[in-house]
């Protein structure tokens, strides 16, 4: 799969911690975090940007294609190598020594291997945190590749919106290392060049270092199980929601009857707070949050929450048929239950989509109403972001369902609701999980000729090495 010749030179230049050959070693890299795995002739660990750039330009000269990984959490199938055994994956993991704070500017200049979970410790004991909040535990570079959303983007925005610089390395013949450090959060002098390798999957070049804005650690919170009257009540009571929190709201997250009882089911020990245990169609997990601690004679903030839910229970338009408070672990509980619960009622099919949020739950209704009959045999069990218009829109079929047997039934499926979120609904294919070989069939689809070519000038320009597992610009051009 790769010569002799390169393993040594490649050794050379990392050392045998840095050169991972045996496929015992190789199988956790090249097993993604749910649905993919391939073959790789190697695995690469340099632990310095400057070893990054050695690597690469090995291997651009040479012509070993190159697929970047981190926390190997991602869901499209954009970290993990094909099946050809031809691809050497670049890990990332040993990049994660640098940690510089700087308190006054609120920032953190950080190596791009670390690990989220990592950086937020480290961040805790100054009340700080990286506020990009999800299930998973990804490392910074990832997260940067894919522009991870999370929980909490209502109010803290994507990681796009927290990061203030990096250095790249560029898939050139030299390796080159591309400066665009700066500690700013403002700084207009021409063009933004860090965004180009933010959300575009280690295409244009390989994040080794960043510096990322903070925010304060909340120190007070508050959430609450909302039940709209309809679907249709579900963005008046997000908009009235709003309208009385203001910024003090940090998550607004919709989950479907079907995903809350599969979680009940999956781990029974999760309260289930509903009168008589009956789940009902669609539940909101509201969270308010301030940073500062509790202060004599302010009202609390659960007391806050529930004055907010008084004055929306007594509106003309009844947005809301019941809620509830509970303590926030309990709540988050089953809101991260509802991933493990879904996988575990069949064969999961996820759809990570997105759309101007006043058409969420139209087209969740489309689906379910038309599912029936185009798809029998298929559950519907969304849950998302919907404060910021974001839908993990799963569906699952029974482990024996004929279904299985038809090689034509996914394809057929993926197709159908793909173009009824994109064509029908004007939403996005890929709402928070960026591009891989998973989804590359639907951005070739769906993404204009003048763009692809674009694209394509851009990868000329920065990386034409062969790196990453995506295709940005036409098919015939790379
Ligand atoms: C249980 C679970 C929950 C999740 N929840 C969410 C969620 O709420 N929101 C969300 O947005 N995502 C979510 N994800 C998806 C995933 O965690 C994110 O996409 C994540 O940020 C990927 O980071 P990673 O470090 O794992 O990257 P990887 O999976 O290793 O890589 C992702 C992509 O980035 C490229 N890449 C990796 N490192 C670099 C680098 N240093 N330079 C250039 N390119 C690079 C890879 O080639 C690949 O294309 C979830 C995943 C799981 C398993």
């Given at each position: 799969?790769?010569?002799?010749?390169?393993?040594?030179?490649?050794?050379?230049?990392?050392?045998?911690?840095?050169?991972?050959?045996?496929?015992?070693?190789?199988?956790?890299?090249?097993?993604?975090?749910?649905?993919?795995?391939?073959?790789?002739?190697?695995?690469?660990?340099?632990?310095?940007?400057?070893?990054?750039?050695?690597?690469?330009?090995?291997?651009?000269?040479?012509?070993?294609?190159?697929?970047?990984?981190?926390?190997?959490?991602?869901?499209?199938?954009?970290?993990?190598?094909?099946?050809?055994?031809?691809?050497?994956?670049?890990?990332?993991?040993?990049?994660?020594?640098?940690?510089?704070?700087?308190?006054?500017?609120?920032?953190?200049?950080?190596?791009?291997?670390?690990?989220?979970?990592?950086?937020?410790?480290?961040?805790?004991?100054?009340?700080?945190?990286?506020?990009?909040?999800?299930?998973?535990?990804?490392?910074?570079?990832?997260?940067?590749?894919?522009?991870?959303?999370?929980?909490?983007?209502?109010?803290?925005?994507?990681?796009?919106?927290?990061?203030?610089?990096?250095?790249?390395?560029?898939?050139?013949?030299?390796?080159?290392?591309?400066?665009?450090?700066?500690?700013?959060?403002?700084?207009?002098?021409?063009?933004?060049?860090?965004?180009?390798?933010?959300?575009?999957?280690?295409?244009?070049?390989?994040?080794?270092?960043?510096?990322?804005?903070?925010?304060?650690?909340?120190?007070?919170?508050?959430?609450a199980l909302l039940v709209p009257a309809s679907g249709?009540h579900v963005?008046?009571l997000?908009?009235?929601?709003?309208?009385?929190?203001?910024?003090?709201?940090?998550?607004?997250e919709g989950m479907s009857g079907n995903a809350v009882t599969a979680a009940f089911?999956?781990?029974?020990?999760?309260?289930n707070p509903f009168q008589g245990g009956h789940v009902p169609d669609y539940v909101i997990l509201a969270?308010?949050?301030?940073?500062?601690?509790?202060?004599?004679?302010?009202?609390?903030?659960?007391?806050?929450?529930?004055?907010?839910?008084?004055?929306?229970?007594?509106?003309?338009?009844?947005p809301l048929a019941d809620a509830l408070?509970?303590?926030?672990?309990?709540i988050?509980?089953l809101?991260?239950?509802?991933?493990?619960?879904?996988?575990?009622?069949?064969?999961?099919?996820?759809?990570?989509?997105?759309?101007?949020?006043?058409?969420?739950m139209?087209?969740c209704?489309?689906?379910?109403?038309?599912?029936?009959?185009?798809?029998?045999?298929?559950?519907?069990c969304d849950f998302?972001?919907?404060?910021?218009?974001?839908?993990?829109?799963?569906?699952?079929?029974?482990?024996?369902?004929?279904?299985?047997?038809?090689?034509?039934?996914?394809?057929?499926?993926?197709?159908?609701?793909?173009?009824?979120?994109?064509?029908?609904?004007?939403?996005?294919?890929?709402?928070?999980?960026?591009?891989?070989?998973?989804?590359?069939?639907?951005?070739?689809?769906?993404?204009?000729?003048?763009?692809?070519?674009?694209?394509?000038?851009?990868?000329?320009?920065?990386?034409?090495?062969?790196?990453?597992?995506?295709?940005?610009?036409?098919?015939?051009?790379?």
């Amino acid at each position: 799969m790769i010569e002799q010749v390169h393993i040594d030179a490649l050794t050379g230049i990392l050392g045998d911690k840095g050169v991972v050959t045996r496929a015992e070693d190789r199988q956790a890299y090249e097993t993604g975090a749910r649905y993919d795995s391939g073959l790789a002739c190697v695995v690469l660990r340099p632990a310095t940007t400057a070893e990054v750039s050695a690597t690469i330009a090995y291997c651009v000269r040479h012509g070993i294609a190159l697929i970047p990984q981190s926390g190997n959490t991602g869901l499209v199938s954009g970290s993990t190598p094909d099946a050809s055994g031809t691809e050497a994956i670049l890990s990332l993991d040993r990049l994660a020594k640098a940690f510089e704070l700087d308190l006054d500017n609120r920032s953190v200049r950080v190596d791009a291997g670390l690990r989220l979970s990592d950086l937020n410790r480290r961040l805790e004991e100054h009340g700080l945190f990286f506020p990009i909040d999800l299930g998973a535990d990804p490392r910074i570079g990832g997260m940067i590749a894919t522009n991870t959303g999370g929980s909490r983007f209502l109010k803290y925005g994507d990681v796009r919106r927290n990061v203030l610089g990096m250095t790249v390395v560029l898939a050139d013949e030299d390796g080159t290392v591309l400066d665009l450090q700066c500690d700013l959060r403002k700084n207009n002098t021409g063009v933004d060049w860090k965004q180009l390798f933010v959300g575009t999957s280690g295409a244009f070049g390989v994040v080794t270092e960043c510096v990322l804005n903070l925010e304060r650690l909340p120190q007070q919170t508050a959430t609450a199980l909302l039940v709209p009257a309809s679907g249709a009540h579900v963005m008046p009571l997000l908009r009235a929601m709003e309208e009385r929190l203001g910024a003090y709201l940090s998550a607004f997250e919709g989950m479907s009857g079907n995903a809350v009882t599969a979680a009940f089911a999956h781990v029974p020990s999760l309260k289930n707070p509903f009168q008589g245990g009956h789940v009902p169609d669609y539940v909101i997990l509201a969270e308010i949050s301030r940073t500062w601690a509790p202060r004599e004679g302010e009202q609390s903030l659960d007391a806050v929450l529930e004055t907010v839910l008084a004055e929306v229970w007594e509106m003309e338009t009844a947005p809301l048929a019941d809620a509830l408070v509970g303590p926030p672990h309990e709540i988050w509980a089953l809101r991260h239950a509802l991933s493990e619960g879904v996988k575990h009622l069949g064969k999961l099919i996820a759809f990570d989509v997105s759309f101007r949020r006043g058409d969420i739950m139209a087209f969740c209704d489309h689906m379910k109403a038309e599912m029936p009959e185009k798809f029998p045999g298929v559950t519907v069990c969304d849950f998302g972001h919907i404060g910021d218009g974001g839908v993990h829109f799963n569906l699952v079929v029974a482990k024996d369902s004929p279904l299985l047997g038809d090689p034509t039934f996914e394809p057929r499926l993926r197709e159908w609701v793909f173009a009824v979120a994109v064509e029908t609904y004007h939403g996005s294919f890929s709402a928070e999980h960026a591009i891989g070989r998973r989804n590359q069939a639907y951005y070739d689809l769906y993404t204009n000729d003048k763009l692809k070519d674009m694209a394509a000038g851009l990868k000329t320009l920065t990386s034409p090495g062969k790196l990453g597992s995506v295709r940005f610009g036409p098919a015939r051009a790379e």
